[in-house]
């Protein structure tokens, strides 16, 4: 077979590649670059294209579509969520996601991203925090430790300096995978046999569980004033994770409303509750935390331009790291009308 053109190639980063990456750069150092470029575009957040992401429901789960694109660049991803995959050896959660080129619409990047969104979820949950949380938080609680707490663990220590974890799982098992994973990270870290004992004490609460369910992982009496609520699992239609008395004492930070609103902790509310966007926050638009006794909360589900960042932040470490495949995806005839012609002459080419 003759070698693809140019014009055919895609780059690739395979889950091999991407764990090299991360590895390469640092897992710490990853989440603070790449919280940087999150925060950048949300800084920017009026020139983006805007949707709530298109879901398709089914009874086990979610599979969603994510794009976005802010005039030079397209971004999408492919996700789900299925809690009960977990139990049959599966992810809850797998992403893969594209890059592409505005102006001819060539994809720029193919990339895994499941690890890239444990990734980009906690370096914005951090980035949320740092304009939310008690200023020197250093005690956290994770509620839920499968695939995504390690990950939110480590993103509030690099971003915030939070170094005492009060871990929960139904599953004591997932507390102590990640307390072991953490053991070398520098954390002070206690495993907790209940949801009230986890939140004894600490400056925020990250809830990262899965259900498919209105779930209640905190209940009002759980929630102290002048806490942080990092709600990241609630990210569905009839699957959340506060009670809503909690919400009605909160003030409430989140992504993109029209999706919060359908998929967040807020799907609770009226629709018109106050809500302020994180974007309005970065901008100076709007103030994040007023007083030491507000409780604020991040109804977090996960918006397009995240991924979009994390995309842009791949592709710009590809030149550096060599760390991608060369992926012949695009048909490129020599005479971009004779594309049949090219099949007529690959069918006279000799057999591999
Ligand atoms: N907001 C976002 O941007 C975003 C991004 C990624 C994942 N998520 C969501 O985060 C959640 C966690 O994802 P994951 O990949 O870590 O899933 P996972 O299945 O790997 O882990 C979930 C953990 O929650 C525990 N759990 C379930 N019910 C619980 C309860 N009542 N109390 C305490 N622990 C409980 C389970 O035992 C498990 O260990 C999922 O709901 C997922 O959809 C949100």
Request: contains cysteine.
């Amino acid at each position: 077979m003759t070698q693809p053109s140019r014009l055919a190639i895609v780059p690739f980063v395979s889950v091999d590649r991407m764990m090299k990456l991360v590895l390469a750069i640092g897992v710490e150092r990853f989440l603070t670059e790449l919280a940087a470029y999150i925060e950048e575009d949300f800084r920017r957040w009026e020139l983006f294209d805007k949707t709530p992401r298109i879901a398709s429901h089914s009874h086990d789960g979610v599979i969603e579509l994510m794009p976005t694109s802010d005039g030079k660049m397209y971004g999408f991803k492919y996700v789900n969520g299925h809690p009960k995959n977990m139990r049959e050896g599966r992810q809850t959660v797998t992403a893969f996601g594209v890059l592409a080129d505005v102006g001819s619409g060539y994809p720029m990047l193919l990339t895994e991203m499941t690890i890239l969104t444990a990734l980009r979820t906690a370096a914005t949950s951090a980035v949320a925090a740092k304009y939310l949380a008690p200023k020197g938080s250093q005690a956290m609680a994770i509620i839920g430790n499968g695939a995504q707490s390690e990950f939110q663990a480590i993103a509030f220590k690099a971003l915030l300096g939070v170094d005492k974890l009060r871990l929960y799982d139904i599953d004591r098992s997932a507390s102590e995978k990640c307390a072991r994973n953490l053991a070398a990270k520098g954390f002070d870290i206690t495993i907790c046999s209940t949801g009230q004992d986890a939140v004894e004490g600490v400056d925020i609460i990250t809830t990262v569980t899965a259900d498919k369910q209105y779930a209640t992982i905190l209940t009002d009496n759980m929630v102290g004033s002048g806490v942080h609520i990092n709600a990241v699992g609630g990210d569905c239609p009839g699957k959340t994770e506060l009670h809503r008395d909690i919400l009605l004492r909160s003030d409430i930070f989140v992504e993109f409303p029209p999706q919060t609103r359908i998929e967040g902790e807020i799907q609770q509310l009226d629709a018109d509750h106050p809500v302020t966007e994180l974007w309005q926050v970065m901008t100076g638009k709007a103030q994040g935390r007023k007083t030491k006794e507000q409780i604020t909360l991040f109804d977090s589900v996960g918006f397009a331009t995240e991924d979009f960042s994390a995309l842009r932040y791949v592709r710009d470490q590809l030149q550096a790291t060599g760390l991608y495949e060369e992926l012949d995806l695009l048909a490129d005839p020599d005479e971009p009308r004779d594309l049949f012609g090219m099949l007529l002459r690959a069918a006279m080419q000799p057999a591999a």
